[in-house]
Each structure stands twice: as structure tokens, then as C-alpha cells.
């Protein structure tokens, strides 16, 4: 069986690089105490970001490792694309079972790992590899203007909302998953392909920097991470159902609502911006084939944090029992 | 009960600033998608390290959690130190019960790594919460000279081997507290100290550039680290047993030397360096007040990757039942 060094030196080699040249700013790679990484260019700051994936919290002993390999970098990457940082460099850290060292499990973990990797542009530049329960702790670094960083806390007042791409999808994928719900095979593809492989926004938020004034990504759910946004803005929003996504055939109106509003794991990028900048991204949805849907307002005329859904009639609808979105320590 | 953002919050007010000031290069700290950091001083490279450490494989449930917060950041310290590079900043991600997020136990962890943090002058600037078996992730991050950074590969023919301070004495402390050995109250008290408060040899690695040719620390047990130092150089290694720190007053021979070259958890630098350099390193470890032992020399006239270990009559000593150093997926 191989040994810890061997592991990592397979595993490294395997996921590690984007291309069989290394990258122009990498001084050196894994294999020693530290990777050394070269000063960005000119005026470019690092946007950092750290993630933790457990097996039985974010994932099963059941799921497909390829997918989770790929959705352990995507997650760390889509938290970059909501800086609108370029995604550059990453580590990674697991924890396994002697069995997964030696079996296939592990091997099929970093082809997915390394196909995000690639498809992404980044390299794998350093890891840790420790026997115990499933765990995958991915740090990434991007490369962004400092004064074009998309930060929570940069909405204004008369700002639109949007979001991008399919909101609550992955959610409806876990309901599926767990049998909470049927759905018809072709949705039923469509919600465990966003809750398994999600895309991270990349080229979205690099397009959004200088366009938007503030930027998330949703994982924790479209309410409770709007939340973040206002809550750091200072400001109030205002959400309209009709503007939402709409229920896809088949699914039941409460269970996409929930999915929509309150589950987590989509990384879509929640974002604001000034009304001026509509017909810009209009262009950019189209530039990108991803929808972006404008879901609402911000202003300055109400308690700060507070968030309101309309109905059709601009009736407030209750949020309380879809509010919540996903917290581990809830 | 408090919530995941609000247990971040609380961590990372608490854990989080070497100072009251935040770091002049930090451009944004904790509580967005990512952290910001601004360009390293000119010329300067950044080093990027990342360690793991699992319940159960690198402490147990019944450690003290303060030194278990002081050694998750400082083996990470203690990378950039190998390397020469001054510690800036860590990113902390941790999975904890419910029962240890509600509890004092986090508390205390995190009084010992900002201790840490406090001490080396690092800025936590980003992490992560999430509910799982006990298990925490920091990478670190440092700035070093690129051209000096030490490397393992470095070494060259006829290069002094040295070791900092008091290697064993970690692993005799394991020892004891595995109840393996019995040590007199003293012995006892300093080996505990070693096993569960090491100092990250920061200073020595930062003195080191310009005088070693190469570096790392031992982690996994002298003889074999010294082994990834004669692999990545391509040298052999011959080390005299008369050189090595002596057996402490009422340990067993045996013991010491198992735990001296093959115990791990020391983090002491092991380093090479030339014959030159040696009454600049006598006058190091006195304005460190840090033992520096010259324990043998690297030489190209033998298989690369071999060590031998002489005794005081130039005998070869068996290494066989001590080289197996602590390799987690042995």
C-alpha cells in the first residue's frame, strides 16, 4: 500500500496542473514545506478564500467522487468569481480512510477534482494528505484589481438585484435525492447535474467588476445571503415574485419556493447594480449564454437588513418559514 | 445556541488580529467571499503552505484545546520558517460538534491560536465553520526573497547537516503520555511542552537564508526528512551518532533513539550548509539562544537517498528498526 509521501506525490501529480507547462507565476510546486507563488502583476491584489467539505455535513459516503472532486474546487472558485477575482492558485488538504488511499475512490475524487482544475485555468500548487474521516479543505487565490473587487457591502441605494443562472435547482436536486419529491427525468438530470457539478461564475464575475456595486454567491440560500448584502450595505431590499424564476412544469409552487428562496448550493452570483447598467448586462447574459434575471431593489427607505418579497399585487408575502437558509449550527 | 455566521464572527474577532491595527497589506480581512491581500513588498515571493490536522490521528479528544490552538497554527508557522519566509497570514478552516461550538472548548482553542498568531505577528484573514469530526485547516501564508528561499533540494557534496534545538523530545513526550515510559517531573514537563506547544523555529529560517543550502522541518521524524533532503539533492547522508543530542539523564538509550531519529512532532529545522558557514551559525545560536547541533555532513560519493549513521568508532548502526519515521497511511 503507499505510503502517505507516495499518495500525495500520485495525487499531485495527477490533479495538480492545468497544463503540462507550469504556470508563469509559479516559482515552485508542491513536494517542499511551502509552493511559492510570484508577485501578481502590477497593481493586482490576491483575493483568498478557504473552504471545508465533510463527508455526512456537505456530502454522502454515497455520492459519486468524481462529481464531489469537482464540486470541492468549484465551491472555493465560485467564492472567487464572486469577488470577480481571476482563479489562479489552489491547495487542497483531505482526510481519507486507509481505504480510500488505496482503492479507486480516491483516484476518481481527483480526476474530478483536476477536470474542474483544468477547465478552470488553476493549478494546484500544494496539499496536505492525512488519514480520517472524509474531509477536503481547499484554499484558492485569485488575482483582482483592488479597487474592482466585488465586496457584500458595495450595494447603494436604487440598486437593481440580480441573480444569475438557475437559482434553486440544487436544491430541488437534493429534495429529489432524498425522495422528498418526484421529478420528470429531464428535470430530474437538469437539478442533480447543478447540485453535483456546479458551475462556478467565473467569467461572470470577472465581466461584473466595474459593472456591479456588490456580489455574493449563493450558497446558503438566495434570502439569507441577500441578507449579507443588505446587512453589510446598510440597506433595505425589496424581492417580486413575479421577477423570480418560475416554477418549472411539474413541481410543486411551495417546494420551489423553498428551493428558491431558502436552499443553498446553487453559486449562482447575487449581485447589484445601478439601473444604468441594465442594457450592459442584458448584452453580458446574451455574451455568455446565462441568464440573468433582475429580482428586485435596494433602498435606503427602510431598517437596514430587512428584506420584503412582493406579490403581484405588491402584497408582502411571509418569508418566515422559508427565511432560513442552510446553517451548519443552526 | 449561536449560528454558523455568528460563531465565524465571534472566532474570528477573537482570533483574528495581531493587532488592533489591521496588517498595513491587508486590504480586507475577514467576512466577504474572500480576503485581500495587496502585492508583497518588492521583488519579495509569497510562501503557501497548508496542513491538516484530524482528531483521533493528530491529537485526541482529552487535549488540553488551547495548546491543540497554539500547534494547529504553529506546524503551519513552521513550514514558512523552513523555508525562510516571514509569517503574514493564515486562513483558519475548522469542522466542530455542536456540542464544541455552544461549549468554552472553542473558546480555548482559539485563545491558543491567536496566542500564536499574536506571538509570530499574523492576521487571520479569512476561515471557515462547518459541523463535522473535530478537524482544522490553516494555510499559511509568507513573504520571502524568492532566490533565498530554502529548498529541499539545495544540499551540496560536503555540506554540514545541522538541527535546531531539542529534537526527540517531542516524541519522548508522546511517549509519556502514552504511558510508555515514566520521566522524571522535569524531563516530563519539558517533553510535554515540546509535544504540545512547539515553537516554529520562525526566526532561525528568516536568519538561515544566505547561510543554508537547504531546509526543512521535521515533522515526520529526523531520519526521515533528512531522507526527502538527500532525495530532492540527489546526495547521501552520513550522520555521527557522538554529534547527536545525548541520551537525557534517566531515559532508555533505546527509547531516545527512536525517538530522536524516528519520533516526528518536533518541527525543529534540519538544515545543510557549508563548512564555511559554520562560525556564523555558532554565533546564530547564540544570539538565538538556540542549540544548532552539527550532526554530519551530505556527500556525493554514495547512493543519492542513503543515510548512514556511525558510531563513535566510524561503525555503520543498523537504521532498519528506526528509519520508518510516522507515515500516516503507513
Redesign the interface.
Known amino acids: 500500500?503507499?505510503?502517505?509521501?507516495a499518495?500525495i506525490e500520485r495525487l499531485l501529480n495527477q490533479a495538480g496542473v492545468a497544463s503540462a507547462m507550469p504556470a508563469p507565476g509559479l516559482?515552485?510546486g508542491p513536494?517542499?514545506?511551502?509552493?511559492?507563488?510570484?508577485?501578481?502583476e502590477n497593481?493586482?491584489?490576491?483575493?483568498?478564500?478557504?473552504?471545508?467539505?465533510?463527508?455526512?455535513?456537505?456530502f454522502l459516503a454515497t455520492d459519486d467522487p468524481e462529481n464531489l472532486g469537482w464540486k470541492t474546487l468549484a465551491v472555493n472558485l465560485s467564492?472567487?468569481a464572486?469577488?470577480g477575482?481571476k482563479p489562479r492558485?489552489v491547495?487542497?488538504?483531505?482526510?481519507l480512510s486507509?481505504d480510500d488511499?488505496s482503492s479507486g475512490w480516491v483516484d476518481q475524487f481527483f480526476r474530478g477534482f483536476s477536470t474542474c482544475a483544468q477547465q478552470f485555468g488553476v493549478d494546484l500548487?500544494?496539499?496536505?494528505?492525512?488519514?480520517?474521516?472524509r474531509?477536503f479543505?481547499v484554499?484558492a487565490?485569485?488575482s483582482?484589481q483592488?479597487g474592482q473587487?466585488l465586496?457584500?457591502?458595495g450595494a447603494q441605494d436604487q440598486d437593481d438585484i440580480w441573480i444569475s443562472g438557475n437559482p434553486g435547482l440544487a436544491a430541488l436536486g437534493l429534495a429529489y435525492k432524498l425522495g422528498t419529491t418526484t421529478l420528470a427525468p429531464t428535470l430530474a438530470a437538469l437539478a442533480s447535474k447543478a447540485l453535483h457539478r456546479p458551475l462556478p461564475r467565473v467569467a461572470l464575475g470577472l465581466a461584473l467588476t466595474g459593472l456591479a456595486h456588490s456580489?455574493?454567491?449563493v450558497s446558503d440560500g438566495l434570502l439569507q445571503d441577500l441578507g449579507h448584502i443588505t446587512t453589510?450595505s446598510g440597506l433595505a431590499a425589496t424581492l417580486h415574485q413575479a421577477a423570480l424564476p418560475a416554477t418549472p412544469t411539474g413541481v410543486n409552487d411551495a417546494l420551489w419556493q423553498h428551493c428558491l428562496l431558502g436552499g443553498g448550493d446553487d453559486y449562482e452570483l447575487l449581485f447589484t447594480a445601478p439601473a444604468a447598467a441594465r442594457e450592459a448586462l442584458t448584452a453580458l447574459s446574451s455574451q455568455l449564454d446565462l441568464p440573468l434575471h433582475r429580482i428586485g431593489q435596494m433602498h435606503a427607505d427602510g431598517t437596514a437588513g430587512r428584506i420584503n418579497l412582493l406579490d403581484a399585487q405588491q402584497q408582502p408575502i411571509d418569508l418566515a418559514s422559508i427565511r432560513q437558509g442552510y446553517?451548519?449550527?443552526?
Do not use: K, N, Q
Not at 513536494?31 to 501578481?40: F, N, S
Not at 491584489?45 to 455526512?56: H, K, P, Q
Open positions: 500500500m503507499a505510503g502517505e509521501f499518495l516559482l515552485l513536494g517542499d514545506d511551502c509552493a511559492l507563488i510570484a508577485p501578481p497593481g493586482t491584489a490576491w483575493a483568498i478564500t478557504t473552504d471545508m467539505l465533510v463527508e455526512g455535513t456537505h467564492d472567487l464572486a469577488m477575482a492558485y491547495t487542497l488538504a483531505v482526510a486507509a488511499a500548487i500544494g496539499g496536505d494528505t492525512t488519514r480520517g474521516p474531509t479543505c484554499t487565490i485569485g483582482v483592488p473587487a465586496r457584500r457591502s456580489c455574493l454567491d453589510a446553517d451548519h449550527f443552526a
